[in-house]
C-alpha cells in the first residue's frame, strides 16, 4: 500500500513538473500552435491546425566565458502578451497598411537568458536575448529546425570561392532541392530555404532583424532537420587589388561576436503557408524587424531608372561613338525623360573603382547633372562597398552637390559581424545625406527595409545580369523568386531583357545580352518582383523602337498600396495583382511549359475599368519577342483567359472609370 502510495505521488510529481516545464501559445486564429519544453534543453516545436509542421528543435547559446543558456533551465520566469495594431509601411513594396497581430511568449531564465516567442497567423519566431553587464563574446548559437518526415527543400548552396573561405559569397546562387536527409553538413546554403511538404504547409526559414550580429547560413546532416550555421568573427581582413576590390577575411576568431550583453538577437523566422499563394505576399519578416530609426523619410523617392551595366552601354542608331561618355548618359536621361522613368544610374566605370574623386576623363560630371536636372530626371551612382567606406563623407558630400539622391554600393560578399556592423554604417550615413540606398553583392534584407527606408532593396538575387555568362537565369528560377527570395525582402533583379531567346537559340554573351524569357515575362517581373527602386537593364535603342511598350513598362509603379496573389504553384506559376491608388496590375510569370490558364476579376471594386494588356504573341513560342498589346473593358465579372508560352508571361494594366 505504502508503495502503491508512494508510486502515485511520483507519478503526480512528475506529472506537475512536466507541466511546468511546457508552455504553449497559438496564433490569434488558433491556427498555428508553438509548444515551448523547457526541461534539459530548450525546445520548440510547431502545430498546423494540430498537424506537426516542427518536431521538437533545440535552441541554445554558449558564451566564450563558459555561460551558456540551457545551464541555467530551472525556474524559468513567463510573460505573454497579445498584440493587434496596423504597421503604416512609409516605402511600401507590398501594402501601406500592414496588419501586426500576433501572440507572445516570453520565458525569461535566472542566469541572464531570455527567449521570445512570438506565434503569427502565418508563421512563429523566436529570438534569444541577454541581460549581461558590459560586452559579452557569443561563442555558438544552436538554432534548429527538425521536422517530422524527409521533406524537400529549395535552397541556394554557395558555391566555394578558390580563394577565400566558404563564408564569402554574392547570395546569388540557383535553387537545388533535395530531400532533408540527403543534406549533409558540408553543404552550406543561405536563407531564405523554403521546405515543401507534399500534404501540409510549406515553411519558409530566414531571419528578421539582422543587427551587430552574423548572418544565418543553413546546412544539414543527414537527418531530418537543417541547422544554424553562422561565420565567425573577422581576427585579421585583406584587401584585394583588382578591378573590383573586396576586403576578404583571412582569419576567423573562435568566436561569432562580440556584441553588447543586454541585447536582442536576431528573429529565427518560420514562415508557414498553407497554399502557394500564401507565400509571394507574405511581409511576415518585415513585421519582425525593428521599427524606423529615419524620423523623416519624405525625401525618399521610389521609381525606375535606367541601367547601362549589363548591355554595357552597347546602344546604336546614334550619331557618337556609345560607352561611359558623356554623350551616352545624356541619352539615357532622354530615354528616362521619354518613358517616365525618375532617374538614370550611372553604373561602374563613371570613375575609377578604388577612387570615386577620380572620375573617368570621357565623362563631364557637371555637364550630365546639369542636363538631368534641366529634364527632371534624377541621377544615380554606382560605387564599390570598399572604395565607399575609405571615402565615405566625402564622397556623400560630393553626391549631394551634384544632386544624386541614390547610390548603389557593391561587392561586399560576406555576412560576418563586421559586415553586418558595415550596412549598418553607410544607411546612418546615407540617412543624414538624404541619399538612398541600395546594396549589391550583398545578403538579403531581413527587414533592413524597415528599419531603414530609404535603404529599399538589395541584389542579394541571381538575376538578368547572369545572361551575360551563363543560361542560369532560367524561367523556372524566375518562377521560384517569389515563393523563396522575396520572404527575404525585396530584390534587384533588374529586368527589361529586349533581346529574348528560346533555349536552343540562347548564346550567354555581353554586349547584344539575351534572356531565356519571353518578353512579356520580362515585362512581367516589374510587376511580380518587389523593389521600390527597379532598374531597366534592357537596350534603350530597342525600346524606342516600341514605344507602346515602353509606355507600358514606365506607367508600372514600383510601390503598392495593396498586393493580392491570385493563383501560384510553386516552380511552375504565379499570378499577383496589385493596387496603386484606384487601378491595378496583375502580373504573371510562367516555367518553360506552356499552359492556359483562367483569372477571375472577382477582386476589383465596382465599376468599369479600361485595360492594356501584353501578352505572349502567337509565335512566342519559337520567336519569345513576339507579343501583343490590346485593350478592353473590363469589370469585376470579367475573367481574363490567358495563354502563357514557355517562359512566357503577362501583364494587364486596369485603369478605373472606363466608360
Same mark, same amino acid.
Not at 584587401?239 to 553588447?260: G, H, I, M, N, Q
Given at each position: =500500500?505504502?508503495?502503491?502510495?508512494?508510486?502515485?505521488? #511520483?507519478?503526480?510529481?512528475?506529472?506537475?513538473?512536466?507541466?511546468?516545464?511546457?508552455?504553449?501559445?497559438?496564433?490569434?486564429?488558433?491556427?498555428? *500552435?508553438?509548444?515551448?519544453?523547457?526541461?534539459?534543453?530548450?525546445?520548440?516545436?510547431?502545430?498546423?491546425?494540430?498537424?506537426?509542421?516542427?518536431?521538437?528543435? $533545440?535552441?541554445? =547559446?554558449?558564451?566564450?566565458?563558459?555561460?551558456?543558456?540551457?545551464?541555467?533551465?530551472?525556474?524559468?520566469? #513567463?510573460?505573454?502578451?497579445?498584440?493587434? $495594431?496596423?504597421?503604416?509601411?512609409?516605402?511600401?513594396?507590398? %501594402?501601406?497598411?500592414?496588419?501586426?497581430?500576433?501572440?507572445?511568449?516570453?520565458?525569461?531564465? %535566472?542566469?541572464?537568458?531570455?527567449?521570445?516567442?512570438?506565434?503569427?497567423?502565418?508563421?512563429?519566431?523566436? *529570438?534569444?536575448?541577454?541581460?549581461?553587464?558590459? $560586452?559579452? *563574446?557569443?561563442?555558438? $548559437? =544552436?538554432a534548429a529546425f527538425r521536422f517530422p518526415a524527409n521533406h524537400p527543400v529549395y535552397f541556394p548552396e554557395v558555391a566555394p570561392p578558390s580563394n577565400m573561405d566558404i563564408y564569402h559569397t554574392s547570395f546569388e546562387e540557383p535553387y537545388t532541392v533535395k530531400p532533408l536527409e540527403s543534406i549533409h553538413a558540408k553543404s552550406l546554403f543561405f536563407s531564405p530555404v523554403l521546405v515543401a511538404p507534399q500534404d501540409s504547409p510549406k515553411i519558409g526559414i530566414t531571419e528578421s532583424d539582422l543587427e551587430d550580429y552574423p548572418g544565418m547560413f543553413l546546412s544539414g546532416n543527414a537527418e531530418k532537420a537543417l541547422f544554424g550555421h553562422f561565420a565567425p568573427y573577422p581576427a585579421e581582413e585583406t584587401e584585394t587589388k583588382e578591378l573590383y576590390s573586396t576586403r576578404y577575411v583571412s582569419k576567423r576568431a573562435d568566436f561569432l561576436a562580440l556584441t553588447k550583453g543586454t541585447r536582442a538577437f536576431p528573429w529565427r523566422v518560420l514562415i508557414v503557408a498553407p497554399e502557394d499563394r500564401d507565400l509571394p505576399g507574405n511581409d511576415l519578416v518585415y513585421r519582425l524587424a525593428s521599427p524606423s530609426r529615419v524620423p523623416d523619410v519624405s525625401w525618399v523617392k521610389p521609381g525606375k531608372a535606367t541601367d547601362e551595366w549589363i548591355i554595357t552601354s552597347n546602344i546604336f542608331n546614334v550619331p557618337f561613338k556609345s560607352g561611359i561618355n558623356t554623350a551616352t548618359y545624356k541619352y539615357y536621361i532622354d530615354f528616362a525623360k521619354r518613358f517616365g522613368f525618375e532617374r538614370i544610374m550611372m553604373d561602374a566605370g563613371w570613375s575609377d573603382n578604388n577612387d570615386l574623386f577620380k572620375i573617368n576623363p570621357d565623362i563631364d560630371m557637371d555637364e550630365i547633372v546639369a542636363y538631368a536636372r534641366s529634364q527632371g530626371i534624377g541621377v544615380s551612382m554606382w560605387t564599390l562597398a570598399l572604395t565607399l567606406d575609405k571615402q565615405l563623407e566625402p564622397a556623400l558630400e560630393q553626391f549631394s552637390k551634384w544632386g544624386v539622391d541614390f547610390i548603389m554600393t557593391d561587392f561586399i560578399n560576406r555576412d560576418d559581424q563586421k559586415a553586418v556592423q558595415f550596412y549598418y554604417k553607410i544607411a546612418e550615413a546615407c540617412a543624414r545625406h538624404k541619399i538612398m540606398l541600395m546594396f549589391h553583392g550583398a545578403f538579403k534584407p531581413a527587414g533592413f527595409n524597415r528599419t531603414f527606408p530609404h535603404a529599399v532593396a538589395r541584389e542579394a538575387v541571381l538575376g538578368s545580369e547572369y545572361n551575360m555568362w551563363s543560361a542560369k537565369a532560367a524561367p523556372e528560377h524566375n518562377v521560384l523568386l517569389p515563393f523563396i527570395r522575396m520572404l527575404g525582402g525585396p530584390l534587384d533583379y533588374e529586368p527589361g531583357m529586349l533581346n529574348n531567346a528560346t533555349p536552343k537559340g540562347f548564346h550567354a554573351m555581353p554586349e547584344n545580352v539575351m534572356s531565356l524569357t519571353t518578353r512579356t515575362q520580362q515585362l512581367a517581373m516589374f510587376v511580380v518582383y518587389e523593389s521600390p527602386i527597379q532598374f531597366f537593364a534592357g537596350n534603350p535603342s530597342q525600346g524606342l523602337r516600341e514605344p507602346a511598350f515602353m509606355e507600358l513598362l514606365g506607367d508600372i509603379p514600383t510601390v503598392w498600396d495593396t498586393t493580392r496573389v491570385l493563383d501560384a504553384r510553386l516552380g511552375d506559376y504565379v499570378v499577383t495583382a496589385r493596387r496603386k491608388g484606384k487601378d491595378w496590375y496583375i502580373g504573371v510569370l510562367n516555367d518553360s511549359t506552356a499552359r492556359d490558364l483562367s483569372i477571375p476579376l472577382g477582386f476589383l471594386p465596382p465599376g468599369n475599368f479600361t485595360a492594356t494588356t501584353c501578352e505572349d504573341g502567337t509565335n512566342a513560342d519559337r520567336y519569345p519577342a513576339d507579343y501583343r498589346i490590346s485593350e478592353a473593358k473590363l469589370n469585376k465579372y470579367d475573367v481574363l483567359k490567358i495563354h502563357l508560352a514557355p517562359g512566357g508571361g503577362y501583364v494587364a494594366q486596369l485603369r478605373a472609370g472606363g466608360d
Amino acid at each position: =500500500m505504502n508503495k502503491l502510495l508512494f508510486l502515485n505521488l #511520483f507519478l503526480l510529481l512528475n506529472t506537475l513538473l512536466h507541466a511546468q516545464a511546457t508552455r504553449e501559445i497559438a496564433s490569434p486564429n488558433g491556427n498555428i *500552435r508553438l509548444v515551448a519544453y523547457i526541461q534539459d534543453q530548450l525546445r520548440y516545436s510547431v502545430y498546423y491546425k494540430n498537424q506537426p509542421l516542427i518536431s521538437p528543435s $533545440e535552441i541554445d =547559446m554558449v558564451l566564450t566565458d563558459g555561460k551558456k543558456l540551457s545551464a541555467g533551465l530551472a525556474r524559468p520566469l #513567463f510573460t505573454e502578451r497579445s498584440v493587434n $495594431e496596423t504597421i503604416i509601411s512609409p516605402v511600401p513594396e507590398k %501594402r501601406i497598411r500592414i496588419p501586426n497581430r500576433y501572440k507572445e511568449l516570453k520565458v525569461t531564465f %535566472r542566469n541572464a537568458f531570455a527567449v521570445i516567442f512570438r506565434v503569427y497567423d502565418d508563421g512563429v519566431a523566436y *529570438r534569444i536575448a541577454t541581460a549581461f553587464p558590459g $560586452e559579452i *563574446r557569443v561563442k555558438s $548559437e =544552436m538554432a534548429a529546425f527538425r521536422f517530422p518526415a524527409n521533406h524537400p527543400v529549395y535552397f541556394p548552396e554557395v558555391a566555394p570561392p578558390s580563394n577565400m573561405d566558404i563564408y564569402h559569397t554574392s547570395f546569388e546562387e540557383p535553387y537545388t532541392v533535395k530531400p532533408l536527409e540527403s543534406i549533409h553538413a558540408k553543404s552550406l546554403f543561405f536563407s531564405p530555404v523554403l521546405v515543401a511538404p507534399q500534404d501540409s504547409p510549406k515553411i519558409g526559414i530566414t531571419e528578421s532583424d539582422l543587427e551587430d550580429y552574423p548572418g544565418m547560413f543553413l546546412s544539414g546532416n543527414a537527418e531530418k532537420a537543417l541547422f544554424g550555421h553562422f561565420a565567425p568573427y573577422p581576427a585579421e581582413e585583406t584587401e584585394t587589388k583588382e578591378l573590383y576590390s573586396t576586403r576578404y577575411v583571412s582569419k576567423r576568431a573562435d568566436f561569432l561576436a562580440l556584441t553588447k550583453g543586454t541585447r536582442a538577437f536576431p528573429w529565427r523566422v518560420l514562415i508557414v503557408a498553407p497554399e502557394d499563394r500564401d507565400l509571394p505576399g507574405n511581409d511576415l519578416v518585415y513585421r519582425l524587424a525593428s521599427p524606423s530609426r529615419v524620423p523623416d523619410v519624405s525625401w525618399v523617392k521610389p521609381g525606375k531608372a535606367t541601367d547601362e551595366w549589363i548591355i554595357t552601354s552597347n546602344i546604336f542608331n546614334v550619331p557618337f561613338k556609345s560607352g561611359i561618355n558623356t554623350a551616352t548618359y545624356k541619352y539615357y536621361i532622354d530615354f528616362a525623360k521619354r518613358f517616365g522613368f525618375e532617374r538614370i544610374m550611372m553604373d561602374a566605370g563613371w570613375s575609377d573603382n578604388n577612387d570615386l574623386f577620380k572620375i573617368n576623363p570621357d565623362i563631364d560630371m557637371d555637364e550630365i547633372v546639369a542636363y538631368a536636372r534641366s529634364q527632371g530626371i534624377g541621377v544615380s551612382m554606382w560605387t564599390l562597398a570598399l572604395t565607399l567606406d575609405k571615402q565615405l563623407e566625402p564622397a556623400l558630400e560630393q553626391f549631394s552637390k551634384w544632386g544624386v539622391d541614390f547610390i548603389m554600393t557593391d561587392f561586399i560578399n560576406r555576412d560576418d559581424q563586421k559586415a553586418v556592423q558595415f550596412y549598418y554604417k553607410i544607411a546612418e550615413a546615407c540617412a543624414r545625406h538624404k541619399i538612398m540606398l541600395m546594396f549589391h553583392g550583398a545578403f538579403k534584407p531581413a527587414g533592413f527595409n524597415r528599419t531603414f527606408p530609404h535603404a529599399v532593396a538589395r541584389e542579394a538575387v541571381l538575376g538578368s545580369e547572369y545572361n551575360m555568362w551563363s543560361a542560369k537565369a532560367a524561367p523556372e528560377h524566375n518562377v521560384l523568386l517569389p515563393f523563396i527570395r522575396m520572404l527575404g525582402g525585396p530584390l534587384d533583379y533588374e529586368p527589361g531583357m529586349l533581346n529574348n531567346a528560346t533555349p536552343k537559340g540562347f548564346h550567354a554573351m555581353p554586349e547584344n545580352v539575351m534572356s531565356l524569357t519571353t518578353r512579356t515575362q520580362q515585362l512581367a517581373m516589374f510587376v511580380v518582383y518587389e523593389s521600390p527602386i527597379q532598374f531597366f537593364a534592357g537596350n534603350p535603342s530597342q525600346g524606342l523602337r516600341e514605344p507602346a511598350f515602353m509606355e507600358l513598362l514606365g506607367d508600372i509603379p514600383t510601390v503598392w498600396d495593396t498586393t493580392r496573389v491570385l493563383d501560384a504553384r510553386l516552380g511552375d506559376y504565379v499570378v499577383t495583382a496589385r493596387r496603386k491608388g484606384k487601378d491595378w496590375y496583375i502580373g504573371v510569370l510562367n516555367d518553360s511549359t506552356a499552359r492556359d490558364l483562367s483569372i477571375p476579376l472577382g477582386f476589383l471594386p465596382p465599376g468599369n475599368f479600361t485595360a492594356t494588356t501584353c501578352e505572349d504573341g502567337t509565335n512566342a513560342d519559337r520567336y519569345p519577342a513576339d507579343y501583343r498589346i490590346s485593350e478592353a473593358k473590363l469589370n469585376k465579372y470579367d475573367v481574363l483567359k490567358i495563354h502563357l508560352a514557355p517562359g512566357g508571361g503577362y501583364v494587364a494594366q486596369l485603369r478605373a472609370g472606363g466608360d
